[in-house]
């Protein structure tokens, strides 16, 4: 008997949990496609396309203490104002430490985070332009930024580079330049050298490395397992160049429910320099959601 009941509570909260993500989805396309009816002037019938993800980080490591994380990004298309116009809104990292806005609760994290909302406009020669305002608490900072990418064959792979220009009217420049190596493995494992620098003018200007050899690998239609060696290092007017820590681990990532909600697992074993380089051991579980239409 408590078999059956347990089978049927579960089923009904199963059901409210695809009535509240209807609703959610329908209330958001509903609004967006107002607004973009309003910003053109337009009735056309037109479908309207959006994509937003968020997740909640619970990260644990031994000579840490336990901390959270809060990510959020969204990319919505206004296709009646201009086909290339996309509103956006995301969390701002504000370095590539792999402990960035992490805090001691979610409520510490958000509080204590950045967020970038505006417009960014997608041209035909793989530039892209982004104009809005990163806002931290109550403080907002207006930025413009540009990237640019392109690919070549290279070694019976593709090598992909670009670099991106960000001003801030407070943190001044945050430059980025990308270069990732792919090398397809069969029909099922991807092979990538990944390699992002990274200057910011302020706090303190500063350069960030961030190396990484990764083997992503299918393990089904909504499964990943991706084990990867990260190398991140520092520069700044403060110290010289410096090694911050080795990191050895891997990530799962699983769609367990409809095709919107995830969960991931990342154990690792790093080696960070305020330890000394003596090893200690982490896990990262991530659960989120994902709301969209194509």
């Not at 110290?239 to 367990?256: C, P």
Request: proline share 3%; net charge positive; charged share 25%.
């Amino acid at each position: 008997m408590r078999f059956w009941i347990s089978l049927f509570l579960l089923s009904s909260l199963m059901a409210d949990i695809d009535a509240f993500y209807r609703w959610s989805n329908s209330w958001i396309a509903e609004h967006l496609q107002a607004l973009d009816r309003w910003l053109s002037d337009s009735n056309e019938s037109i479908k309207q396309r959006f994509s937003i993800q968020s997740s909640i980080d619970t990260i644990l490591e031994t000579k840490q203490e336990t901390r959270f994380r809060f990510n959020i990004r969204a990319h919505l298309e206004l296709p009646r104002t201009q086909k290339k116009l996309h509103l956006f809104f995301q969390d701002y990292k504000p370095n590539e430490n792999l402990d960035s806005q992490s805090a001691r609760n979610v409520r510490s994290s958000i509080q204590n985070s950045s967020f970038l909302a505006g417009l960014s406009y997608l041209t035909s020669s793989n530039i892209s332009y982004r104009a809005g305002i990163r806002f931290h608490k109550i403080s907002p900072d207006p930025f413009l930024a540009a990237e640019w990418d392109d690919e070549k064959r290279v070694l019976d792979g593709w090598l992909y580079y670009g670099v991106r220009v960000g001003y801030y009217l407070d943190r001044k420049f945050d430059d980025l330049f990308f270069l990732n190596y792919q090398h397809t493995l069969g029909s099922r494992t991807l092979f990538a050298f990944e390699n992002d620098i990274r200057y910011r003018q302020r706090p303190s200007s500063s350069l960030e490395f961030l190396h990484s050899l990764k083997f992503y690998h299918s393990l089904g239609r909504y499964t990943t397992l991706t084990p990867h060696i990260d190398l991140y290092a520092l520069n700044d007017i403060q110290t010289s160049f410096k090694v911050n820590y080795y990191y050895v681990g891997a990530d799962y990532r699983d769609i367990f429910y409809r095709k919107w909600l995830f969960y991931e697992l990342a154990p690792a074993v790093l080696w960070r320099i305020e330890n000394h380089f003596e090893p200690s051991y982490r896990l990262m579980v991530r659960f989120g959601i994902t709301f969209e239409r194509n």
